[in-house]
């Protein structure tokens, strides 16, 4: 593991809290009727229940999250299902080189598909051992630890495959769509 001074990206500065930050509101979580949509240039497009999400591997990786405007939270223990479980299941075509990632509410975000295939990307229903709560982004968040926070959509339900790129919320708003902390990629 490397020293906690290298993992910190530079201009942030390590917060030991979790602040919550998001517009709007997070939205009502309905057990029963709540589910996962994959979409777009798939093979076998899905539409998975809370409970079905549960069931598939789970995985639990500890990560560091950097929010652009300057705060990093370290050590942080995410479980959930790796996104490359979903993206196998629903089987991308070849021509699917992004997802588009669409939370409930008004917020997307979007990223090459290679990039979320990564190991330490997940889709999280679980933080720090408790159920997710929903200011941090329950029932189902996106973490993607090598991105600035805005690409860890939270209250997710649709992924979206596709050809071209659909830029996110933030994206869209002069907000770098590489956002790679360590090269401090913050603005476009
Ligand atoms: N749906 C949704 N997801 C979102 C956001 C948002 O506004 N809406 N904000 C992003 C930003 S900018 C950050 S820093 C993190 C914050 O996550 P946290 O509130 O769990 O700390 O969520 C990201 N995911
Ligand atoms: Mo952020």
């Known amino acids: 593991m490397r020293e906690k001074l ?23 979580f309905h057990r029963k009727t709540w589910h996962l949509t994959v979409e777009g240039l798939v093979e076998n497009p899905l539409k998975l229940t809370y409970e079905e999400l549960l069931k598939l591997p789970r995985i639990v990786r500890v990560s560091d999250f950097h929010c652009v405007t300057g705060w990093s939270r370290l050590d942080t223990k995410w479980e959930g299902v790796a996104f490359k479980t979903i993206s196998n299941m629903a089987k991308p075509l070849k021509k699917a080189l992004y997802v588009t990632i669409v939370a409930e509410g008004d917020y997307s975000t979007s990223l090459p598909l290679k990039e979320l295939l990564s190991p330490d990307v997940l889709l999280a229903y679980k933080l720090d051992g408790s159920p997710l709560p929903t200011k941090h982004g329950g029932p189902l968040r996106l973490v993607v630890p090598k991105k600035y926070a805005y690409k860890s959509a939270k209250w997710v339900r649709i992924l979206r495959f596709t050809v071209q790129q659909e830029l996110g919320y933030w994206e869209k708003r002069g907000y770098s769509n590489s956002a790679d902390p360590w090269k401090e990629e913050r603005y476009e």
Request: proline share 22%; glycine share 4%; charged share 15%.
């Open 6 to 28: 290298q993992r910190i990206p530079p201009n942030q500065k390590v917060t030991s809290e979790f602040p919550v930050l998001h517009i709007g509101s997070p939205p009502q």
